[in-house]
């Protein structure tokens, strides 16, 4: 093998990485995936099945913390861009498909409505986002539109307008909220990719970006997220899902 295919085989390989956050050999990862027999489809359609179960069967909401490990993010049964993210990554990987990490910034105004009025005050300005990209034929494609599930996407998309204009709020920052790119069809799919801010960069592991940026907050307002104002922040978005904006 030459010094370039050795290279090229090396860094496909750091893709398909298990690491503490991507914790696919956790039993209730390999049980899953035995499950839902993921491992028997094409790269291509297992793609597809892995993308849809973390955007739908994960539902939207926030998690105790962006450095969760997969295995406790299938465990929360919710998540939101980073902490969906990491489950979207861990599960690719199990199945031998190569996945990487990219890191942003958002502005925390697409995240009003979501996050209610009386918290909004307390919510930094910038806060840390993500995506995964995943290898298919030689070439890496965006994933973002995993973020936010298809039940609460519905009801956001029935309280306002149903034409395709650009929206922003409630988790979503989309160029049309009616018919957003969410879709696995073998693109790139995005949900809140109109609302970013920075762009970090590639990583090939989340765990490197979070020892480098670490977290959205710290002392005492980490403590209050992730004790009182998450739960209070879920009980909106789950308000939201049922009955509507």
């Not at 209730?28 to 892995?50: F, H, M, T």
Request: charged share 20%; glycine share 8%; with cysteine.
């Amino acid at each position: 093998m030459n010094t370039l295919a050795s290279t090229q085989t090396e860094i496909t390989q750091q893709h398909l990485q298990t690491t503490a956050m991507l914790d696919f050999q956790h039993p209730s990862i390999r049980a899953l995936i035995e499950k839902q027999g993921w491992e028997k489809l094409s790269e291509y359609d297992a793609i597809g099945a892995i993308y849809h179960y973390v955007r739908d069967d994960i539902q939207f909401g926030y998690n105790a913390d962006d450095r969760l490990s997969a295995s406790q993010v299938l465990r929360d049964g919710y998540g939101q861009c980073n902490t969906k993210g990491t489950l979207l990554m861990a599960l690719l990987r199990a199945v031998g498909i190569p996945s990487r990490f990219h890191g942003f910034t958002i502005f925390n105004e697409l995240q009003r409505g979501a996050i209610p009025n009386y918290l909004f005050a307390i919510a930094p300005k910038r806060i840390i986002h993500s995506w995964v990209e995943v290898e298919l034929d030689g070439r890496w494609i965006n994933l973002e539109g995993y973020i936010i599930d298809r039940d609460y996407l519905t009801q956001v998309q029935q309280s306002f307008s149903d034409q395709c204009q650009q929206f922003s709020g409630f988790g979503i920052a989309t160029k049309c909220l009616a018919n957003p790119d969410i879709d696995w069809n073998g693109q790139d799919t995005y949900i809140q990719s109109e609302g970013i801010a920075d762009d970090f960069g590639l990583y090939i592991q989340p765990d490197d970006f979070y020892s480098q940026y670490g977290s959205n907050l710290s002392g005492v307002k980490k403590f209050l997220f992730r004790y009182l104002l998450r739960h209070l922040m879920n009980r909106n978005v789950n308000q939201i899902r049922a009955i509507g904006v």
